[in-house]
C-alpha cells in the first residue's frame, strides 16, 4: 500500500538519486495528515456554528476551574497568536453573547474573559462531537500506535522549543 507520500518520495528519487529525502517521509506526512484533519474538525466545529479559534477560545476557557476565567494574555499565550488576533476573537465570542469581559477581581485596572452560560452550554455540546470527530480520525491506529505517535510527536515538539514552563 502506498500513499501520497510514497509517490513524492519515489519521483525525487529518480530525479535527484543524490539527495535524501527522507525526511520529507516525516514532514510530507504531518503536513498531508493536517490537512486532512483540520477539514474534519472544521465539519465539526461548523455543527456548532463555530471554528477553530473561536472553539479553541471556549474550550481553554472552559478546561479552567470555574469559574472559568481568564486574562486576554492567558488567553494569548495558551492559543500561541498576537495581541490583535486575541481580540479580534474575543470580539467575536463577546458579540455571540458566548464569553463576558468582566473587571479583574485581583486587579481593578485589567480584564478577565469568562465563559457566559450559554457559552459553557455550547462547547459542553461540541467538545463530545469533538472527541468523537478525533477518535474517528484516530480509528486506523490501535492503542500501542497511538502513545508510540503521541510520544514521538512530543519529543519533536520539545526539541523545536514547545515547552510548558
Avoid at 40 to 58: I, K, M, W, Y
Avoid at 62 to 81: F, K
Amino acid at each position: 500500500m502506498a500513499d501520497h507520500v510514497d509517490r513524492v518520495l519515489a519521483q525525487w528519487a529518480a530525479q535527484r538519486p543524490d539527495l535524501d529525502v527522507s525526511p520529507m517521509a516525516v514532514i510530507g506526512r504531518l503536513s498531508r495528515a493536517r490537512q486532512l484533519i483540520d477539514t474534519e474538525l472544521r465539519r465539526t466545529f461548523a455543527a456548532h456554528g463555530l471554528d477553530r479559534p473561536s472553539f479553541d477560545v471556549l474550550a481553554t476557557l472552559r478546561r479552567n476551574d470555574p469559574p472559568h476565567r481568564l486574562t486576554p494574555a492567558e488567553l494569548m499565550r495558551s492559543a500561541m497568536v498576537t495581541s490583535g488576533a486575541i481580540s479580534q476573537r474575543l470580539d467575536r465570542l463577546e458579540t455571540r453573547g458566548l464569553v463576558a469581559r468582566l473587571p479583574s477581581e485581583s486587579d481593578g485596572r485589567s480584564v478577565e474573559v469568562t465563559l457566559t452560560e450559554e457559552g459553557r452550554e455550547l462547547i459542553d455540546r461540541a467538545l463530545p462531537d469533538h472527541v468523537a470527530t478525533e477518535e474517528r480520525v484516530l480509528a486506523a491506529l490501535g492503542p500501542d500506535q497511538r502513545e508510540a505517535l503521541a510520544g514521538a510527536l512530543r519529543v519533536l515538539l520539545e526539541s523545536l522549543g514547545d515547552k510548558v514552563d
